[in-house]
């Protein structure tokens, strides 16, 4: 048996759309369903060598060694609810012409954080936020105060599942997600499970024993321009079709789902969006599933080149923030103690900080 499809409640589903979303607990973590399958090295043309049912479990057997499991309820709920892209329009992908896109990263930079206390230099700092979807400050105490003052220059703490201020701390897993764990963080944006994403994230260092743990960023709008001269199709089709993510923990199930390239009515790019960890499964319905796999796997592949990471050097009283809406952010994998606070603000508090600063 060498089968490339597997038809479920009468429907052929894929099987590289299979082989991502398995449900045994090598595929996906059990409690958070967070996706544990790397889904960008698997094989296009991977096939079924066998499968069997037994009850309401699918095991299926794949020609690149694997095995995963299956609920058949599920996989018939995903046939049910196949997507298809929104309709084209006649408006292309395009970018803001008044920040700096970058495709390699500038150098890693920090303001001296007493820039908070002082209007003109904020405004600097701000517009270095504004151009490159980040900026970095150093010599800040320890503690959540210079956190907190760096979230009112930028709007207000924004609440969420986390807290208001969240404390990130190697080795104590206050919630069900890989940000707590030690190992490399692919990049990613936060709050692809809520409807509105965060609109900047604030990391504070406040102690570091150990190696590794950089923080990467990737300019994703740059990102997403570079992937549409490569691939004008795929690019349309990632601002036409949603993507659903969710997060799950005891007492909590969050779904939200947007396209990957968000655009306004006029197709200019507002946001970029993707989690691979959270994403739910969903099937783009016939025609469109080889088109939808191959432009968000094309994306992927650029964003994630390691010739476009800024790698951004730790230490305790330094102070990074990122637009959420526009840099993707992960971690290389660290030892020893690592911890941080962070905090999220909301975008359109940052649109109008930088109205009020005459930068827009
Ligand atoms: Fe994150």
Redesign the pocket.
């Known amino acids: 048996m060498a089968e490339d499809s597997l038809t479920i409640a009468g429907e052929a589903i894929p099987a590289r759309w299979l082989r991502d979303h398995g449900e045994d607990e090598a595929s996906r973590h059990p409690d958070s369903l967070q996706r544990r399958t790397d889904t960008f090295a698997i094989d296009s043309s991977v096939q079924i060598t066998a499968c069997h049912v037994d009850g309401d479990r699918l095991h299926i057997d794949w020609s690149d060694g694997a095995t995963t499991e299956h609920s058949v309820d599920g996989l018939t709920r995903v046939v049910r609810d196949r997507r298809a892209p929104a309709p084209a329009t006649d408006r292309p992908l395009r970018f803001p012409d008044d920040i700096t896109l970058w495709s390699r990263p500038p150098e890693p930079s920090a303001f001296d954080v007493g820039v908070l206390d002082d209007d003109a230099l904020w405004r600097e700092a701000l517009d270095h936020l504004r151009r490159f979807g980040w900026v970095a400050f150093e010599g800040a105490e320890l503690g959540d105060e210079p956190t907190r003052r760096l979230a009112a220059r930028l709007g207000y703490v924004r609440n969420s599942i986390f807290g208001d201020i969240w404390p990130m701390n190697s080795g104590a897993f206050e919630h069900q997600d890989s940000?707590y764990e030690s190992f490399a963080l692919d990049v990613?944006t936060?709050g692809t499970y809520s409807h509105d994403a965060p609109g900047t994230i604030i990391f504070a260092q406040q102690a570091r024993t150990g190696d590794g743990g950089a923080s990467v960023l990737v300019d994703g709008f740059a990102a997403a321009r570079d992937f549409q001269a490569l691939n004008p199709d795929g690019a349309d089709l990632l601002t036409r079709y949603s993507v659903r993510a969710h997060f799950i923990e005891p007492g909590l199930h969050l779904v939200a789902e947007r396209p990957p390239l968000r655009v306004d009515p006029e197709g200019q790019l507002v946001q970029v969006s993707f989690n691979n960890y959270d994403r739910s499964p969903v099937l783009p319905i016939d025609g469109f599933v080889d088109a939808v796999i191959d432009a968000y796997n094309g994306f992927r592949a650029i964003f994630s080149d390691p010739a476009r990471a800024l790698v951004h050097p730790w230490e305790p009283g330094r102070l990074l923030v990122l637009d959420n809406w526009r840099c993707f952010?992960g971690r290389t994998s660290f030892t020893g103690e690592r911890r941080f606070l962070g905090c999220y603000t909301n975008h359109e508090d940052l649109e109008g900080a930088y109205r009020v600063a005459g930068l827009a």
């Open positions: 940000a990613h936060d952010h």
